[in-house]
């Protein structure tokens, strides 16, 4: 969870023996990136994500080929990866794997990977939770690849994606769109994967159900080790974030989730000092910051992401917070850069 996984990554073996098919050697790559060699040696070694981004900028600086990320990704042996993606790969779909992803993704490194399906699209973006850094490019285009192979390998289906946004220039050539086989939006605003509604239906051919309940059962006591460092309140506030988009989440949802009964989650919240209900508003006047922040998204959209049944009973709650609508705050905001909400 993001409150409790640590700013570590463990960097599996076979990232470095991919690498070294490009005749990049693991210790050069780390030296010209100022990494000390037990990373490689050591498999126990854990990188910061600080680090991780200065490796993957050295490949970038060592490595004449624009599409290392892409090609690096269409190599990978999917049983040879981590657990947390086995589970992704033997599930039911493509959307029941894109959700598993999703919830294990930070049990193999501090990132939030965030899925918002609405009509006939569903956007995938991500977020690096100790990130001071623009994530570099070949980065991106790994971990968006690796959505798209894992829909291609498991529903053996050419997936083709609705459109892709990268914040990086377009390079020479038009390596992006062969790979991927959609419209690629350089200079974008975010870095995000925008696939079709209709793909996430696709049931995966690589479905074990036997294989899933034990990945999954190792994952989930994995889950439970992490949410024990952390409290309660910010354990339902990191869950609330993934919940609200679309949904009016409640307390016995969230206690479903961490396996709770209601009553246990409740005593815990209460002895912190909190309600859900002081939680469920703070979540929300939080992401109200950061959507608001972005100039494109509409005041409807903002509702809908924050879980409100229509744009009024938005209307209302936000006059409620700021004593004024969420329209004039945004053009206070863009006047001053200031506002009570920052």
């Not at 992704?88 to 493509?94: M, V």
């Not at 991927?180 to 350089?186: E, G, W």
């Amino acid at each position: 969870m993001a409150c409790s996984i640590p700013d570590r990554i463990k960097v599996p073996r076979q990232f470095w023996t991919q690498l070294q098919k490009y005749d990049l050697a693991p210790a050069a790559a780390l030296h010209h990136a100022h990494l000390p060699l037990v990373a490689y040696e050591d498999e126990a070694y854990l990188l910061t994500t600080a680090q991780f981004f200065a490796l993957w900028r050295s490949i970038g600086e060592m490595c004449p080929d624009h599409a290392f990320g892409l090609n690096f990704v269409s190599q990978v042996d999917f049983a040879a990866l981590p657990l947390a993606t086995l589970a992704s790969y033997y599930a039911r779909d493509y959307r029941d794997a894109l959700t598993r992803h999703a919830r294990f993704n930070q049990l193999c490194a501090p990132a939030e990977m965030r899925i918002q399906e609405r009509r006939d699209e569903c956007v995938i973006s991500k977020k690096w939770l100790y990130a001071t850094e623009e994530e570099p490019p070949l980065l991106v285009d790994a971990c968006l690849a690796i959505l798209v192979e894992l829909g291609r390998r498991g529903a053996k289906v050419p997936i083709r994606p609705k459109r892709i946004d990268l914040k990086q220039r377009r390079e020479r050539g038009n390596t992006h769109e062969a790979y991927f086989n959609c419209p690629v939006n350089f200079g974008a605003a975010r870095n995000a994967i925008v696939l079709h509604s209709q793909d996430l239906d696709r049931p995966f051919v690589t479905y074990n159900a036997e294989l899933l309940e034990m990945v999954q059962s190792a994952l989930e006591k994995k889950a439970r080790g992490c949410r024990e460092e952390t409290s309660a309140s910010e354990q339902v506030k990191w869950l609330l974030k993934q919940m609200l988009a679309g949904g009016r989440p409640d307390i016995t949802d969230v206690a479903r989730e961490l396996g709770l009964s209601v009553r246990t989650l409740q005593r815990r919240i209460v002895k912190e000092g909190t309600t859900f209900r002081d939680l469920l508003l703070a979540v929300r006047q939080e992401l109200v910051r950061k959507y608001f922040a972005q100039p494109g998204i509409q005041i409807n959209e903002v509702a809908f992401q924050l879980g409100y049944e229509d744009t009024n009973s938005f209307y209302r709650a936000f006059r409620n917070w700021e004593g004024t609508t969420p329209s004039q705050w945004r053009t206070d905001w863009k006047e001053t850069g200031v506002s009570s909400l920052s």
